[in-house]
């Protein structure tokens, strides 16, 4: 059912998006990446892509890292032991193998990584690649959200990508990111100096959907709860074409069958989201939260670059030098508040732009 509010899983639940799927099952790259704005379907195309995939997928959703500061060893190879157990089922040999990391402890499909043991992380892969290479099958990691890594201290990850990408042949990477700025800076694939340059990594962006796209989503959808469809356009209008914010509109519609209740309901669900990310974002960023605010209230309604310095500007009563703007202006770009049209700063949905607007707040 189309209009399913969690993840979907299998592909007859999945509208459209087949070239995605197909791209993520390929594997082209050691490293893929999936990227789309929130609720744009990520997790839903890898989950579809890899339940038809007949390789071990080890799955970490770094979303629960969301409300930490900051990350440690200890946080990821607690992760990494959870995520193994799936695998470990499906391909019960594969236990054997992993028996042989230092720092391993596999009891039944329980498998924990010591924290003290940080060279564990690359045995594990390969032990991985190995089993992977003999099984004539490749393994997959998946890294949901994988930007939130970007808080790991005191652990290289990234010399581990690269340490895979070059010498692991049977372990592919699947990376999802909604602040696709920032895991590009994360990964620095075009810093010299980063253990990643230069690498070719396969990039499978998510966009949404477009109006007459979102047409065929709610009208297929209804039609599976014997509803009569929407105004389609109207709804478009109102919560644009991420499929998260349509699936979830229509879950009302065919739940209580109100066009307009169903719209204010999921405009009224987004906005509290975005709200609450842009008060994760603006943690630790405390001394120009009044900026950021400024700027998200003023960009609402898309502008040039001079027109947001100007209302900074006015609202502290003085000058700001550009690079100070820039700056701001980057950091909301990299976390996918804004994106630039042209010459103009634009909110990349509707209903980002709808939670920084005056009459919501
Ligand atoms: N192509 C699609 N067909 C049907 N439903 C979809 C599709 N894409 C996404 N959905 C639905 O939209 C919602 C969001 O999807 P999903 O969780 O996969 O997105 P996401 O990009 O991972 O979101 P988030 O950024 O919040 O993690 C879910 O209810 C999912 O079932
Ligand atoms: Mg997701």
Same mark, same amino acid.
């Given at each position: 059912?189309?209009?399913?509010?969690?993840?979907?899983?299998?592909?007859?639940?999945?509208?459209?998006?087949?070239?995605?799927?197909?791209?993520?099952?390929?594997?082209?790259?050691?490293?893929?990446?999936?990227?789309?704005?929130?609720?744009?379907?990520?997790?839903?195309?890898?989950?579809?892509?890899?339940?038809?995939?007949?390789?071990?997928?080890?799955?970490?959703?770094?979303?629960?890292?969301?409300?930490?500061?900051?990350?440690?060893?200890?946080?990821?190879?607690?992760?990494?032991?959870?995520?193994?157990?799936?695998?470990?089922?499906?391909?019960?040999?594969?236990?054997?193998?992993?028996?042989?990391?230092?720092?391993?402890?596999?009891?039944?499909?329980?498998?924990?990584?010591?924290?003290?043991?940080? !060279?564990?992380? &690359? %045995?594990?892969? #390969?032990?991985?690649?190995?089993?992977? +290479? *003999?099984?004539? =099958?490749?393994?997959?990691?998946?890294?949901?959200?994988?930007?939130?890594?970007?808080?790991?201290?005191?652990?290289?990850?990234?010399?581990?990508?690269?340490?895979?990408?070059?010498?692991?042949?049977?372990?592919?990477?699947?990376?999802?990111?909604?602040?696709?700025?920032?895991?590009?800076?994360?990964?620095?694939?075009?810093?010299?100096?980063?253990?990643?340059? !230069?690498?070719? &990594? %396969?990039?499978? #962006?998510?966009?949404?959907?477009?109006? +007459? *796209?979102?047409? =065929?989503?709610?009208?297929?959808?209804?039609?599976?709860?014997?509803?009569?469809?929407?105004?389609?356009?109207?709804?478009?209008?109102?919560?644009?074409?991420?499929?998260?914010?349509?699936?979830?509109?229509?879950?009302?519609?065919?739940?209580?069958?109100?066009?307009?209740?169903?719209?204010?309901?999921?405009?009224?669900?987004?906005?509290?989201?975005?709200?609450?990310?842009?008060?994760?974002?603006?943690?630790?960023?405390?001394?120009?939260?009044?900026?950021?605010?400024?700027?998200?209230?003023?960009?609402?309604?898309?502008?040039?670059?001079?027109?947001?310095?100007?209302?900074?500007?006015?609202?502290?009563?003085?000058?700001?030098?550009?690079?100070?703007?820039?700056?701001?202006?980057?950091?909301?770009?990299?976390?996918?508040?804004?994106?630039?049209?042209?010459?103009?700063?634009?909110?990349?949905?509707?209903?980002?732009?709808?939670?920084?607007?005056?009459?919501?707040?």
């Amino acid at each position: 059912m189309y209009f399913d509010p969690r993840p979907k899983t299998s592909r007859e639940d999945l509208f459209d998006r087949e070239e995605e799927v197909e791209r993520v099952k390929a594997l082209r790259a050691p490293i893929t990446l999936v990227l789309g704005l929130r609720r744009a379907g990520k997790s839903s195309v890898i989950l579809v892509a890899t339940s038809e995939m007949p390789h071990p997928v080890v799955y970490i959703d770094a979303r629960r890292f969301e409300a930490e500061p900051y990350l440690t060893f200890k946080h990821v190879a607690e992760a990494l032991g959870e995520a193994l157990a799936q695998p470990m089922r499906r391909f019960p040999r594969l236990r054997e193998y992993l028996k042989n990391v230092k720092g391993i402890s596999v009891t039944g499909f329980e498998v924990k990584i010591s924290w003290r043991e940080r !060279g564990s992380l &690359v %045995e594990v892969l #390969e032990w991985l690649n190995r089993w992977a +290479e *003999e099984d004539g =099958r490749k393994a997959v990691v998946v890294i949901d959200e994988a930007q939130e890594l970007t808080k790991l201290k005191g652990y290289n990850l990234l010399k581990l990508l690269a340490y895979s990408y070059d010498n692991l042949r049977n372990v592919y990477f699947v990376l999802s990111g909604s602040k696709v700025g920032l895991l590009k800076k994360f990964l620095k694939l075009e810093d010299a100096g980063s253990p990643l340059y !230069g690498r070719y &990594v %396969e990039a499978v #962006e998510l966009r949404p959907f477009t109006l +007459e *796209e979102a047409k =065929r989503f709610l009208e297929e959808g209804c039609r599976q709860y014997g509803v009569s469809p929407p105004d389609a356009e109207k709804v478009y209008r109102a919560v644009g074409g991420l499929p998260g914010w349509l699936t979830y509109f229509g879950y009302t519609y065919v739940s209580v069958r109100g066009e307009e209740e169903s719209i204010r309901q999921t405009v009224s669900y987004a906005v509290d989201l975005v709200r609450q990310e842009f008060a994760h974002f603006l943690e630790g960023r405390w001394a120009a939260e009044k900026r950021y605010r400024v700027i998200m209230e003023a960009a609402a309604e898309c502008v040039a670059w001079s027109e947001l310095k100007r209302a900074v500007e006015a609202s502290e009563g003085r000058r700001i030098n550009d690079a100070e703007i820039t700056r701001l202006l980057k950091n909301l770009v990299d976390y996918g508040f804004l994106e630039k049209r042209g010459n103009l700063y634009c909110p990349p949905d509707p209903l980002i732009a709808a939670a920084f607007r005056k009459k919501y707040r």
